[in-house]
């Protein structure tokens, strides 16, 4: 980016912080973005989106007095990703820049952020992993793997070299062209990535630094909403693709429970043939529960009575689909194993769109009924 001509004077940007008990950060976050003011000329106004922290960070907005700076105290719908959102929500600026408050994202890199955008970019990132960027010497490898490996999950919705980066700067036009934001836990970058459907996503090395004063948020909780995070974004970008991928992974998860079941209950003495039926009928519990919390989430509102049943008279019908398939082509072929897999193959097909639009279908009322 050196040597790029700077950002138009004209265009304002809002830099979005949002903070929880970070007071002890805010003075010097203050005052290189003040620095950057000077030095490049920015039309740069902060936005500190505070979740209640009551620890003196209002007090020391108020005793600033700094028109370009505004402490927002939020007391609902708390949570970082939220906070994010409610500050996109708020400010007219043509660009907004997203970072931490604990100073891991040095403010210095926002006018090559901002030349980014100037180049065309939908979004420009402030990126650890990429050609340049480094993180600090004691970040150690666990933290190292576990950031690798949530990379390696959101690939399918990204190629980006680092997709939990939390800083980031977006025209507000192209927020605008964005839909159903539905953002959970901590890093909202995807949201924005998926749901406003970005193509040319440019990435700005930075070095990620540690931060020295305060507490870390992050906590095994927050890591977790991060995978529920991504399954949203799945069922949003893929639809039933991705509803076929969670059913055939709860009917996998469904065999295992099966055959413990089955081992279980023979060790313990059962008649074979009994402990076969009631192996399938554990594994069938299992599955219809998990469907229900997870593939098909969406119609947990419904009776699940109701719901259970047509579960399992979908099942048997999907046995009698796989088993009249395989009886069908077993003549039909010479290796005969073909004719099972089909019949698989079937009953699967079967079982899932049964479940999919009869079983767990959405229930579309009238306005006014």
Same mark, same amino acid.
């Given at each position: 980016?050196?040597?790029?001509?700077?950002?138009?004077?004209?265009?304002?940007?809002?830099?979005?912080?949002?903070?929880?008990?970070?007071?002890?950060?805010?003075?010097?976050?203050?005052?290189?973005?003040?620095?950057?003011?000077?030095?490049?000329?920015?039309?740069?106004?902060?936005?500190?989106?505070?979740?209640?922290?009551?620890?003196?960070?209002? @007090? $020391?907005?108020?005793? !600033?007095?700094?028109?370009?700076?505004?402490? #927002?105290?939020? /007391?609902?719908?708390? +949570?970082? *990703?939220?906070?994010?959102?409610?500050?996109?929500?708020?400010?007219?600026?043509?660009?907004?820049?997203?970072?931490?408050?604990?100073?891991?994202?040095?403010?210095?890199?926002?006018? @090559? $952020?901002?030349?980014? !955008?100037?180049?065309?970019?939908?979004?420009? #990132?402030?990126? /650890?992993?990429?050609? +340049?960027? *480094?993180?600090?010497?004691?970040?150690?490898?666990?933290?190292?793997?576990?950031?690798?490996?949530?990379?390696?999950?959101?690939?399918?919705?990204?190629?980006?070299?680092?997709?939990?980066?939390?800083?980031?700067?977006?025209?507000?036009?192209?927020?605008?062209?964005?839909?159903?934001?539905?953002?959970? +836990?901590?890093?909202?970058?995807?949201?924005?990535?998926?749901?406003?459907?970005?193509?040319?996503?440019?990435?700005?090395?930075?070095?990620?630094?540690?931060?020295?004063?305060?507490?870390?948020?992050?906590?095994?909780?927050?890591?977790?909403?991060?995978?529920?995070?991504?399954?949203?974004?799945?069922?949003?970008?893929?639809?039933?693709?991705?509803?076929?991928?969670?059913?055939?992974?709860?009917?996998?998860?469904?065999?295992?429970?099966?055959?413990?079941?089955?081992?279980?209950?023979?060790?313990?003495?059962?008649?074979?043939?009994?402990?076969?039926?009631?192996?399938?009928?554990?594994?069938?519990?299992?599955?219809?529960?998990?469907?229900?919390?997870?593939?098909?989430?969406?119609?947990?509102?419904?009776?699940?009575?109701?719901?259970?049943?047509?579960?399992?008279?979908?099942?048997?019908?999907?046995?009698?689909?796989?088993?009249?398939?395989?009886?069908?082509?077993?003549?039909?072929?010479?290796?005969?194993?073909?004719?099972?897999?089909?019949?698989?193959?079937?009953?699967?097909?079967?079982?899932?769109?049964?479940?999919?639009?009869?079983?767990?279908?959405?229930?579309?009322?009238?306005?006014?009924?």
């Amino acid at each position: 980016m050196t040597g790029s001509p700077p950002p138009r004077s004209h265009c304002s940007i809002t830099v979005i912080v949002p903070t929880y008990r970070e007071a002890e950060n805010l003075p010097h976050l203050i005052e290189r973005l003040d620095l950057l003011r000077s030095a490049v000329g920015l039309d740069l106004k902060l936005l500190l989106m505070d979740d209640d922290s009551r620890d003196g960070s209002q @007090e $020391l907005i108020d005793s !600033l007095g700094l028109t370009w700076v505004t402490l #927002v105290t939020r /007391r609902s719908k708390r +949570g970082l *990703s939220m906070a994010v959102m409610d500050g996109l929500e708020r400010s007219n600026s043509d660009i907004v820049v997203v970072m931490d408050a604990d100073l891991s994202h040095p403010p210095e890199k926002i006018p @090559e $952020l901002l030349t980014a !955008l100037n180049n065309g970019a939908d979004v420009a #990132v402030g990126s /650890r992993f990429t050609d +340049g960027g *480094s993180t600090a010497d004691d970040w150690g490898p666990f933290r190292w793997l576990n950031s690798r490996i949530a990379t390696l999950l959101a690939l399918p919705l990204t190629a980006m070299s680092d997709p939990m980066s939390g800083f980031f700067a977006i025209r507000r036009s192209t927020l605008q062209a964005g839909r159903q934001f539905d953002p959970i +836990g901590y890093k909202i970058l995807l949201e924005i990535i998926v749901k406003c459907r970005l193509k040319y996503v440019l990435e700005v090395p930075i070095h990620f630094e540690n931060r020295h004063r305060g507490s870390s948020k992050l906590s095994i909780a927050e890591q977790l909403k991060y995978f529920r995070h991504l399954r949203r974004l799945y069922m949003f970008r893929f639809g039933t693709w991705s509803h076929l991928a969670q059913f055939l992974v709860v009917g996998a998860s469904g065999l295992g429970i099966n055959l413990l079941a089955l081992t279980l209950l023979i060790s313990r003495g059962i008649a074979e043939k009994m402990s076969v039926a009631i192996a399938i009928g554990v594994s069938m519990v299992w599955n219809f529960a998990l469907n229900r919390r997870f593939s098909f989430s969406y119609a947990r509102g419904n009776s699940i009575v109701g719901q259970f049943l047509g579960f399992v008279a979908a099942c048997f019908m999907g046995a009698a689909v796989n088993y009249v398939t395989t009886t069908r082509l077993w003549p039909l072929l010479q290796f005969k194993q073909l004719a099972a897999v089909a019949g698989v193959l079937a009953g699967t097909g079967f079982n899932f769109a049964a479940s999919r639009f009869v079983v767990f279908r959405i229930k579309h009322v009238k306005p006014g009924t």
